[in-house]
């Protein structure tokens, strides 16, 4: 976010006032209104102490300010309006009360403004540090649409741990979805190892396998360590990469639910070679477990994390992604990656019968033409 844009989020909102705005003028004019009807009988301005508070949750420390002066320059008013009241021992009291009521008001005032604008601050650099971590996914990448949707589980926050970037290399289009174990900080800054280390590695390794060892060192190098470090942090994960010469998506599959295929007879789920979860590596044998697989022009790769497959219903059903997608897009076409994207965050939500605190991540991919016939594809494995 620039200085401008920063400084213009500082200024004071202007959105629609709500009723809380009108409340001090509310019970200012029905004040002034209860004093005329009882014709001065009755000492009716002891409500103006209270307008000050009222001010100071939603105005700034000068709008609460004059809000305390008009109170109290209606008090005096008001009580100069029957003889011999305005100087009486009780109205002096309601001065004095009103003044140090304003005084308080004002620096309550001043510590809400101080409070949000902090607040702003902070979710400013949430936000720049969101769009470092987890790019906006381009629409058209070579042969490759995309489309891909991120919400962090723990309220408030922008940054969580699932993760997710798609990439035009030497080698193709690659993608990258994964889910960190664990939350907070240690999280975050696992994915942004995970995430910067992708970045480069997937210009430089040919092998897609390379790629996760390269992925596995930068967990071990860059993952927290010591007393607030995680000895159980591991991360699941989709490596994918769709070659420039087309028609197949090879993938990598490190412990992560595995892709869904949508085309036009319904959805498949794609059969991997699962192996540990990056950051586990070490503690199995090192070979190429890539599978190949065949992808025709208008079926759309989707990959999700386990926020949405293990969403919950009211009697405790997790989320069947597999069947609803098949139920939505069953016959239908090349649906684009964003109508399927914008289907599941939104079906997997409704499903929800409670706010999980769990991220929720889903990408989805497809090839814009077939690169070969249809009928000369097939599943194959990597020899």
């Not at 949707?149 to 290399?169: I, K, P, Q, S």
């Not at 420039?244 to 993938?251: K, T």
């Not at 989320?319 to 609803?324: D, K, S």
């Not at 139920?327 to 499903?351: C, H, I, K």
Request: a neutral charge; proline letters at 7%.
């Amino acid at each position: 976010m620039t200085s401008r844009n920063l400084a213009a989020a500082l200024r004071p909102p202007s959105p629609r006032r709500g009723w809380v705005w009108w409340l001090p003028l509310i019970a200012v004019a029905v004040d002034v209104l209860a004093e005329f009807a009882v014709h001065g009988r009755e000492p009716v301005s002891f409500m103006l102490i209270a307008v000050p508070p009222l001010a100071a949750a939603t105005r700034g420390p000068w709008g609460t300010a004059l809000s305390a002066v008009v109170c109290l320059g209606l008090e005096m008013w008001m009580a100069a309006r029957r003889v011999g009241h305005f100087g009486e021992q009780h109205h002096i009291a309601m001065y004095v009360a009103t003044l140090l009521i304003g005084v308080a008001s004002v620096a309550l005032s001043w510590q809400r403004e101080r409070t949000r604008r902090h607040l702003i601050r902070a979710n400013s650099v949430a936000e720049a540090m969101q769009r470092t971590l987890l790019r906006p996914v381009p629409r058209r990448l070579g042969p490759v649409r995309a489309s891909a949707f991120y919400e962090a589980g723990e309220g408030g926050t922008l940054v969580g741990g699932d993760l997710y970037d798609v990439c035009e290399t030497p080698f193709g289009v690659r993608a990258i979805i994964g889910d960190v174990r664990g939350k907070g900080l240690n999280a975050v800054q696992t994915v942004a190892a995970v995430l910067g280390s992708f970045r480069v590695s997937a210009h430089e390794w040919q092998s897609l396998s390379s790629l996760a060892e390269r992925l596995e060192l930068s967990i071990a190098r860059n993952s927290p360590a010591g007393d607030d470090g995680d000895p159980e942090l591991f991360v699941t994960a989709l490596v994918m990469e769709f070659p420039a010469d087309g028609g197949e998506v090879r993938v990598v599959d490190r412990g992560h639910p595995a892709p869904l295929v949508i085309g036009p007879e319904g959805v498949r789920r794609l059969a991997t070679a699962p192996g540990l979860p990056l950051g586990l590596g070490g503690l199995a044998g090192r070979e190429d477990d890539t599978t190949v697989h065949a992808l025709g022009a208008g079926e759309v790769l989707v990959v999700y994390t386990d926020g949405i497959s293990e969403a919950r219903d009211a009697d405790g059903v997790f989320y069947p992604v597999l069947e609803r997608l098949t139920a939505r897009f069953r016959g239908e076409r090349a649906p684009a990656p964003e109508t399927v994207v914008s289907f599941l965050r939104t079906d997997s939500q409704q499903w929800s019968a409670r706010s999980d605190d769990d991220d929720r991540a889903a990408l989805a991919l497809s090839l814009a033409a077939p690169a070969v016939p249809i009928s000369a594809r097939a599943d194959r494995s990597p020899p």
